[in-house]
Each structure stands twice: as structure tokens, then as C-alpha cells.
């Protein structure tokens, strides 16, 4: 289907976009609290970085494999290609529980594994940014480590860091305003006024509660929310900044005032215009996708949609926006913080919007033409991930041809 573009793949071409650039694998001593010694082990993967620096998050997790990093890497080639930001992919990790660690315990484990992976990263060449179990503080310590070993302070290493040395406004809140931006042209495209829109959203975290208050915002209904312990539902609409200020005393959704009990299964067989898995991998089964009822599927999470699944909703008529163009709001803030980093010239928050609008919408319409193109060409009519995916690829192919291969 590559070879539709205009310009065949070749064989060897397909196994180097297959296979990472480099990986490494560091195992390094912390000295524990009570004065112990223990070892971890971390993984820093570049996918490829043909299109410029490699980026990608760290994931502290006890689950973390190299397999895992390996396949994270790949998909951040195709993210930044589809959203088409000069970055290739990346992803690293360390095999720990940092619930388990001290706050001076996961500082120093930190600033080891940063100076183990060091010999990678560079503002030019490889910038992490915060994953599952990070945060800005952690992505702090890494910057003060690599600014500490250079001798210089040095912003633009890491992305995700605390506004007050160099994090971005807008940082936060940008995945889950992202994906509202996709869906609000999604809304367009199926004639829907974004005041009768009616939203269902699974996982109510970073990616979940900021859709929801974008789309409260833009004077949508969400009607349902639901988080771990279960969800909530008032088919006239969720007070969104109300129901944030009830997870902050009460860290569920469950028991807001004003919203009838529902279950995650429940959730999403709603009869909704728009449904935004924002939660886990995997929610979206065979079992579960013939009682999906939505219009939209949007996919705030990464990989909430099974292959199966997704067969039986392209049948069923469901408009998919792909993870990799849904949430790409994420990486996109994190490239606005990189160049404010690098020009020492900070953006306003409209400014950081506006620039997010332009670059998803951008992209929107690309995996639409690519989806009306790769259909001549046998595609499914409707399958927008396999587009979105053809896209990306397709544009790393290109620029390794165009540089040509080394020596
Ligand atoms: P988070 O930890 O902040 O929130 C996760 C939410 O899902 C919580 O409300 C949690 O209670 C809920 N949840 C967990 N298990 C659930 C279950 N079984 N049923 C229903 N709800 C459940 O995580 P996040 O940062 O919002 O990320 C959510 C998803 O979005 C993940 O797949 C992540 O990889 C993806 N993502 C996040 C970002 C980002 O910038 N945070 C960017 C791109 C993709």
C-alpha cells in the first residue's frame, strides 16, 4: 500500500524502518536510605532519527522490558512523522515501583540512571520527556544532572519539566485539549453542532479530565465520565470544573452529586455522538465493540481499540480517530517547549494553542486524503488507522531516501 504514494518501497528500506537505531541497557547501584545497595536495570531505545532528535518519554514501572521500550520507541516515530514535528522516536525506562522509593531514593536513582543514559541524550540529539510513573520533578533532576556533567544549564535535554526552568504553559492540559481539537473537527465533518454533541469519557487522569473540561468548554455535553472505580452519567451534562474540584477532594468521580451510578461497560455502549477512551490499553474488545453506539471514537488513550474491535467498528460505520493522531497534543506541546527552550523565548498560552490547533488539524486532513487516496489501492473504507499509519511511514521513508544511505 506504501508503493501507492508514488515511490516503492524497497525491501531493505521496510526492515531498516522496522529495526531500532541503537539500544541500551544500563544496570546501575542506588544506595537505598537505610544505606543498602540495590541494582536496577533501565533501557534507553532510539527508534530512528532520521527526521531529527529522537523523542520520547521514561516510563518507571516494575513491568518495563526491553521489548516494551522497543515497541514505545517505534510508535513515536510514527507519532512525531504523522503530526509531522522534526523528531523521530524514542522511549526509555527503568524496571522499578517508584510508589516503593523515598523521595530522596528516586532522586538518586534518577540522577544515576540519567548519567548512565547521558551518553545518548543531548538537546540535539535525544530529548526525553515524562511517561507513565515520571513527572516534571523527575524530568528536573534529569536536566540538573545533564546541565551538571556539561558544566552549563541546558533546557532543551528534557521536555515535561516545572514552568520555572523552562517547562511550557499549556504542558499539562495539552493531550486531552488535543484531542478535543481532532474531535471537534471530526463533529464538523458529520455536520454535528459541537452544543448538541454529546460526550462519554473513559478514565478521568491527565488525558480524560482535560477533555472533558476542553469540551465542557467549548459548550459540548459530556454526559458520562468514569475512572477506575466506576463512572458517572446525567444525560444533561456533567458540571465539568465542579466534578474536577469533587476528584480533588475525593480522588473518584464516584458519589458527584447530580449523576446517576454507571459502570465502565456501560460507559461505553452509551448512545453518545462521541466516545474518548482515555484510560487503558485494550478496553475496546470483540466482546464489547458491537454495543458501541457512538458516532466517534476518539482514542485520548494509546491502543484502547483491539485489532478484532477495530474490525467490527470500521463494519459498523464508527468514525476511528486513531491514538497516534488523537493524543498526539502531548508531543506536540512537548516540541513547543524544546524550541522555547532552545530560542530562550517563551510563547503565551494562546500562542501555544493556536500553533496546537494548526499542526492537529493539519494532520487531520492529511490521514483524510490519505484514507480517500490508499482506498483505490484496496484500503477499507473507513480504516483511518491503517491511513494514519501509511502516512507516517511514508514520510520517514522519504527523508531516508532523500538523505540517501550512509556511506
Ligand atoms: P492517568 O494515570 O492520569 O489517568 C488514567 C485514568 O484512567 C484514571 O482516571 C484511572 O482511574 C482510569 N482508569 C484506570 N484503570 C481503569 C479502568 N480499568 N477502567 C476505567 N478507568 C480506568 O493517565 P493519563 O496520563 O491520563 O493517560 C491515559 C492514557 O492516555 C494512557 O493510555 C496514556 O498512555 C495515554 N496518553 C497520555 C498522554 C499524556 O500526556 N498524559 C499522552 C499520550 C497518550
Known amino acids: 500500500m506504501l508503493e501507492a504514494s508514488g515511490h516503492p518501497l524497497k525491501k531493505g528500506l521496510i526492515e531498516f524502518l522496522r529495526r531500532p537505531k541503537r539500544e541500551l541497557i544500563v544496570n546501575f547501584p542506588v544506595q537505598m536510605d537505610d544505606g543498602s545497595i540495590r541494582m536496577f536495570t533501565g ?42 514535528i522534526p523528531y523521530g522516536g524514542a522511549k526509555g525506562g527503568v524496571a522499578v515501583d517508584p510508589a516503593k522509593l523515598s523521595p530522596r ?12 543514559i547521558s551518553l545518548l541524550m543531548h538537546p540535539g540529539g535525544d530529548v526525553p520527556a515524562p511517561d507513565v510513573g515520571t513527572n516534571p520533578q523527575i524530568m528536573a533532576w534529569i536536566m540538573d544532572t545533564y546541565s551538571m556533567h556539561t558544566g552549563f544549564t541546558q533546557p532543551a535535554v528534557v521536555t515535561g519539566k516545572p ?3 523552562g517547562g511550557t504553559l499549556g504542558r499539562v492540559e495539552a493531550t486531552g485539549r488535543g484531542v478535543m ?3 471537534a473537527e471530526a463533529l464538523k465533518l458529520h455536520k454535528i453542532p459541537m452544543e448538541q454533541a454529546t460526550i462519554a469519557i473513559q478514565g478521568f487522569g491527565n488525558v ?67 466516545l474518548i477512551p482515555a484510560a487503558l490499553e485494550n478496553q475496546i474488545t470483540a466482546e464489547n465493540a458491537p454495543n458501541v453506539q457512538a458516532r466517534i471514537l476518539a482514542e485520548g488513550a494509546n491502543g484502547p481499540t483491539t485489532p478484532e474491535a477495530d474490525e467490527i467498528l470500521i463494519e459498523k460505520g464508527v468514525f476511528i480517530v486513531p491514538d497516534i493522531l488523537c493524543n498526539a497534543g ?10 522555547q527552550d532552545l530560542q530562550s523565548f517563551f510563547w503565551t498560552e494562546e500562542e501555544i494553542n493556536s500553533r496546537m490547533e494548526r499542526i492537529l488539524r493539519r494532520a487531520f486532513y492529511e490521514v483524510l486524503a490519505k484514507e480517500e487516496e490508499l482506498r483505490r489501492y484496496g484500503l477499507k473504507p473507513g480504516d483511518y488507522r491503517t491511513a494514519a499509519q501509511a502516512l507516517a511511514i511514508w514520510r520517514v521513508a522519504q527523508a531516508t531516501l532523500i538523505r540517501g544511505i550512509y556511506p
Not at 227 to 242: K, S
Not at 330 to 339: D, H, I, L, Q
Open 43 to 84: 533501557y534507553r531505545v532510539h527508534h530512528n532519527a532520521v527526521r531529527g532528535p529522537t523523542k520520547g518519554g521514561i516510563r518507571y514501572h516494575p513491568d518495563v522490558t526491553l521489548e516494551e521500550v522497543r515497541a514505545l520507541a517505534m510508535w513515536m516515530t510514527w507519532k512525531c512523522a504523522l503530526v509531522n
Open 105 to 116: 531514593e528516586l532522586e538518586r536513582l534518577t540522577r544515576r540512571y540519567a548519567t548512565e
Open 163 to 165: 514552568l520555572e526552568i
Open 181 to 183: 481539537m481532532v474531535v
Open 208 to 274: 480524560g479530565s482535560y477533555a472533558a473540561l476542553t469540551a465542557y468548554q467549548m459548550g459540548a455535553r459530556v454526559v458520562a465520565v468514569s475512572d477506575v472505580h466506576g463512572g458517572i452519567y446525567n444525560p444533561e451534562g456533567l458540571d465539568i470544573p465542579r466534578l474536577m474540584e469533587h476528584v480533588r477532594q475525593h480522588r473518584t468521580v464516584r458519589g458527584f452529586p447530580e449523576a446517576e451510578p454507571i459502570t465502565n461497560m456501560e460507559l461505553l455502549a452509551l448512545k453518545v455522538d462521541v
Open 330 to 339: 502531548g508531543v506536540v506541546a512537548s516540541y513547543f517547549e524544546w524550541v
